[in-house]
């Protein structure tokens, strides 16, 4: 199983910009789709974007869409995810996951994600 870890959390003004990386070791990256999440105090986790092994097509909540944006560097197993516009309401645990296969490109659901990393606080003051 493949290792996640992010980074880059943080507190931020409103209006402000974050950048969170995920840091893929373990295995050898494998060609599936890899997906953000987050979970706000007291709030089930949700699903925040997804992006296609080779970055061609990303899919977004409707809550971040217009203002994140999802990349990848394969060469270097990582996955990003650009914060702009920061809410208040975007404060949250971040977390990177490896969708389980290509076949389930489209969802939205945890439990079609196997691996996940430990989360990164970003914490967003009004």
């Known amino acids: 199983q493949v290792q996640l870890v992010e980074s880059g959390g943080g507190l931020v003004q409103a209006g402000g910009s974050l950048r969170l990386s995920c840091a893929a070791s373990?295995?050898?990256?494998?060609?599936?789709?890899m997906g953000w999440f987050r979970q706000a105090p007291g709030k089930e986790r949700e699903f925040v974007l997804a992006i296609s092994w080779s970055s061609s097509a990303t899919y977004y909540s409707d809550s971040v869409k217009g203002r994140f944006t999802g990349s990848r560097d394969n060469a270097l197993n990582m996955v990003y995810l650009q914060m702009n516009s920061l809410k208040p309401e975007d404060t949250a645990v971040y977390y990177c996951?490896?969708?389980?296969?290509?076949?389930?490109?489209?969802?939205?659901?945890?439990?079609?994600?196997?691996?996940w990393g430990q989360g990164t606080q970003v914490t967003v003051s009004s």
């Open positions: 373990g295995r050898p990256f494998p060609k599936y789709p």
């Open positions: 996951a490896q969708m389980n296969g290509p076949w389930t490109w489209g969802t939205r659901r945890e439990t079609d994600f196997g691996s």
